[in-house]
């Protein structure tokens, strides 16, 4: 009779230390926390077993979501209550609540967890927020109604996508100023970088395609057509493709980074939003906000493999998941 998993992990974690000696081993996938807005809460999913383990209470209509790199930190905006909500995320607990801006909706963590940076709709700015003091230390005038927000995995670089002025932003975290914009598709929303911090992939909702923005030279490198109403992107094992949510296509676009060229569309719920890979690309899981579910797909095999219900109009706009960059970074060559 084969050992069950749990067992069989110990024996091996067991068999490594008196081997070459103990180092601690990391098997358990990590949490995805899934923002549903017309519940105000939070689903966490253990991607591992693929279920809901624990529903958070949050602030009013939550749609944003940042986490740290190590999952410890679970960064929560609230646009209809006006604040931001930190969640312990070993604990899975609420720990603060801040008051911020008018209209908070885009927010990325950085890599240590210090800082969230927190893009304002209505206000045009990007707040930072010092997460062990949990207090908003500056604001950072963009573009109009800043949606998406990224970080580089160095902490040194924030970008930002200003919907109404079709452009993104980037911003020292040095010195907390605006060094460059860009001009990309029509009503820029979500983005999402490689590893390098080379590239930058923009979800234009009104152009229906994804802007690549070769970061060094602000400048986009190429411009790839893809489905109806385009949201968010993440990247998949080795950064060779990126999976884009199209709102009104039900589906994801697939994009051969190295060719820039959509080779693939997989059908997921309806109306999907937030996307994320899974630490090393393998699975990517996608929020559908009409269906209240998350899709799992298989980022090798472009299969849908379930679907998991979670709350009531789950958006999860964001980094979601811990750990959620592929490996083996590739730099682009167009």
Not at 134 to 160: M, N
Not at 244 to 261: E, H, K, L, M, R
Request: charged share 20%; net charge negative.
């Amino acid at each position: 009779m084969p050992l069950p998993r749990v067992l069989t992990i110990g024996v091996l974690l067991l068999w490594v230390g008196a081997t070459v000696g103990w180092c601690p081993l990391a098997y358990a996938e990590p949490f995805a926390f899934i923002t549903n807005q017309k519940a105000n809460t939070v689903s966490v999913v253990d991607t591992a077993t693929r279920r809901v383990v624990k529903t958070i209470a949050v602030g009013k209509e939550p749609a944003g979501v940042g986490v740290s790199r190590d999952g410890s930190r679970v960064c929560i905006t609230n646009p209809g209550g006006k604040s931001m909500t930190l969640i312990d995320g070993k604990r899975l607990e609420v720990v603060g609540d801040l008051p911020l801006g008018d209209g908070p909706l885009g927010i990325a963590v950085d890599p240590d967890g210090s800082r969230a940076y927190v893009a304002d709709w209505y206000q045009h700015q990007v707040s930072v927020v010092e997460l062990r003091e949990l207090k908003s230390v500056k604001q950072i005038a963009v573009g109009r109604s800043p949606g998406g927000v990224a970080v580089s995995a160095d902490g040194r670089r924030v970008y930002v996508a200003n919907r109404d002025d079709d452009s993104v932003s980037a911003i020292d975290a040095g010195s907390l100023e605006v060094t460059r914009t860009v001009r990309v598709g029509r009503h820029p929303f979500g983005v999402t970088l490689n590893s390098g911090g080379d590239r930058l992939f923009v979800a234009n909702v009104e152009s229906n395609d994804v802007s690549i923005v070769d970061t060094a030279q602000m400048a986009v490198l190429k411009t790839v057509a893809v489905g109806d109403r385009p949201y968010a992107a993440a990247l998949g094992a080795n950064e060779s493709k990126a999976f884009v949510t199209n709102q009104y296509d039900n589906t994801i676009s697939v994009i051969d980074t190295a060719a820039g060229a959509v080779v693939g569309n997989v059908a997921v719920g309806d109306y999907p939003e937030g996307i994320a890979a899974s630490p090393g690309g393998k699975w990517v899981y996608v929020a559908n906000w009409f269906s209240n579910t998350v899709s799992v797909v298989n980022a090798e095999t472009l299969e849908l493999e379930t679907s998991i219900p979670t709350g009531d109009g789950s958006r999860a706009f964001g980094a979601f998941v811990a750990g959620g960059h592929a490996s083996e970074p590739k730099t682009g060559g167009w």
